[in-house]
């Protein structure tokens, strides 16, 4: 087997590598000379972090982190960035969000020291593949007024990495590297460039006049970020060669242009071949600040320019603003941003791009009908498998569900009352989906707790937020304190499986990681202490650890109580429920398969069409369970009502 | 055999293994001079949702995501899931259709009859190859989760590929015991007819 130190970090320049796009940026930050790297995991940026994880001590970097959240990631690469540091974070689209109010005052600080550099992946999400809202981070380059580079491929992804590192070393400010999905998560061949060393020094220089946000400093250091350092990197995008014009003298009868950037020019060059049209391009590899020159230089040569891009007219509306500038006359075409009207545009706000979408769009521009009737294939619609996301077979999540259903089912024929839950960003957010149906409301990370409160305070219902340990730690303990102090009577689901699951099981502080490498230089956070120091009643049950044989009662039980609790005594209470990512326990050790006994089972169904587990279906008229997919969880011996089913397989 | 501008297009399920399968296939061609390029889907959109991942490759850089009608071959690795992806297919009924016959029941969702499906794919395509892939890996190496070998073994044919390139990338992949059965499939689906 092929170890990823290996592969990431061997080989000499102009080799090359079948890397995916993440890969690519880690190879190409340690071609940068890198030092930190902190990251709060989101698809699609996980891998890199992973990949930081598992070498960082082997290739010599100073220090990496799967940090609490991408405020504190951004926090604690900003200082090392201060102290000359070559860093880079990394987080996904909506990370951002949680790590803008930092990188306010980061972008307007200006490092004294000569290696001081900061790279910060962005990695969006179009068409939410594995994201809770659809968000183009590209807007946010505009408040921030930072330099950022959008890689096409993974080959790009390796150099824009090194150019962005190049970039930030010499202006002193943090530049985004900002990917999408199909960028991220495509796989490509890769030519390598050489390992660089880090350069770091041990001395220093910290000085308050360029580091510190507070008035009498921050002022001028905006002046020097905005007319200074931006000013250069303006001239930077001008000239680099990351923005460039393909096929500038192809002659179209349209006289028709078209700008792109990212995995959108790809889609554009597809889709040009395929109608078999030429058209000079326009690809934008700067994209913060727009290379403005270059732009209208182009423009000027044709009388219709296309803009395409995936989800936000970022670029069009800044491409609008140039030509009303110069005054040029030329029709632009793209999303006609100021319409918000599906009718006028051309390429969708929502949803992924692909190179059939930009074929249909450059029709409608043209007029062209390509040799194939595409439309017709486009418009086809076959009877198709609806198939949902489930949890894994022996998902300690499911058994949470199933149990909180009969437990909810109780007290609401005991009480009469209306039982309302709060869904957070996690695994368990499928939990949403039928038979449970456990949301109400759900926003983004570490929201539930919080939006319990909003209804629990104005009614008589019961309030269940359901978030995991990691999310928990990530931004659900300040909503947990503002529920205490102003005493809302919520129930709290903590479901505590030891790992930032949903992404590939990376450790979050709570995380036991003696079996692992980071074991060595991390120390777990007891859940149960924290939360015993609040206030809040809190109620911890286990059940891998034990292998209780009442475990699924036992919660049941614990859950009614404990929802009567907060429904008659109006008191906030927690319950942690502690079972091990299933995934995580299947790399320590052989999962201990169940089998049915076709004697004792007499086709109840409880096992696949209540409990639903994967590996369970109906076979001649009894439970089967198929031996490749189950993982021992063992649930379905204890919820059988006809102990039909066991560890050891009959002959 | 060389091949220019190849569209693979895999269709299945969130843990049949689709990713690893694109990486065998895309570094055993980039080792064969082939610019190659695949998009994959990870994270919650994978757990036993439906996937569908993309391969290209020829003598120039590709863009992740092909035009509809325009696919060279396309892999279910689970019956009904080829007719997510039969809009890739070629108008001229050239596109290759492998099919796993595995078939993964929803409960309380009709699974589409096999008449359904077949009515559909002659119009489709006229190189239809419907495979016992699961039950090969079952009978010969006792583990399901070899399919991907056998569905290997037997693609290669189609392919600008040596028996010699997909064993090394095979090793690459896995090791120990579930080497020597990966490796076990892969012959079988050699033999395949």
Known sequence: MEDIYNKISKGKAGEKRFFLGNEAIVRGALESGVDVYTYYPGTPSSEVGEIFMDIFKKVGMKWVESSINEKVAIEVAGAAYARGATTMVGMKNVGLNVASDPLFALATTRPNNKNSAMVILVADDPQQHSSAVEMDSRNYLKIFKIPALEPSNPQECLEFTKEAFKISRELKLPVILRTVTMVSHARSNVRIGEIKQSEIESEFDLSKEVNVALRIYSLEMKKNHIYNRMNRALELSENSSLNRIENGKAKNEYELGIITSGVSYSYV????????????????????????????????????????????????TQVLAMAHKNSLKVKIHGKDPFSYSKEKSLLPFVGELNPTKVALALMKITRLEPKMDFKQIDEKKYDVMARKPILCAGCPHRTTGYTLQKAVKKIKSRTGKKVYFYQDIGCYTLLALPPFDFANVKYCMGSSIALAQGVAQTSESLNVAIIGDGTFYHSGIPALLNGIYNKAPILVLILDNGWIGMTGQQPNPGSDTRYYKEGSYKKNIILEELLEGTGAHVNVIKYYENNDENYFTKLKDLIYQIGLDVLENRNLHVIVIKNECIQKIIKRQAPAIRYVDNELCNNCGICYSQFLCPAIDEKENVAFIDSNICLGCGICEEICPNNAINREELE | MS??????????????????????????????????????????????????????????VNAPIPMI???????????????????????????????????????????????????ILFEISNNIYILPLTDIAVKHTGNIKTMNSVLLGYILKFLPLNKKDLEQFLSYNFSGKTLEMNLKAFNEGLKLK
């Open chain 1, 269 to 316: 060059h597809e889709a040009l071949n395929f109608l078999e049209m030429e058209a000079p391009t326009l690809k934008i590899g700067f994209i913060n600040p727009l290379p403005e020159k270059l732009i209208v230089e182009f423009i000027k040569q044709y009388k219709e320019v296309f803009i395409v891009e995936e989800n936000d007219a970022y670029l069009e």
């Open chain 2, 69 to 119: 009608g325009t696919a060279d071959m396309i892999i279910a690795l689970e019956e009904s899931s080829i007719l997510d992806a039969l809009k890739y297919a070629k108008p001229n009924k050239s596109t290759k259709l492998v099919i796993s016959s595995y078939e993964k029941q929803i409960l309380g969702i009709e699974y589409p009859s096999l008449k359904y499906i077949l009515d």
């Open chain 2, 3 to 60: 091949l220019d501008n190849y569209t693979i297009v895999i269709s299945g399920l969130g843990g049949q293994g689709l990713i690893r399968l694109i990486q065998i296939l895309g570094n055993a061609l980039m080792i064969n001079g082939y610019e190659v390029i695949t998009s994959e889907t990870h994270g919650l959109s994978q757990r036993g949702g439906k996937v569908t991942c993309f391969l290209r490759f020829g003598s120039k």
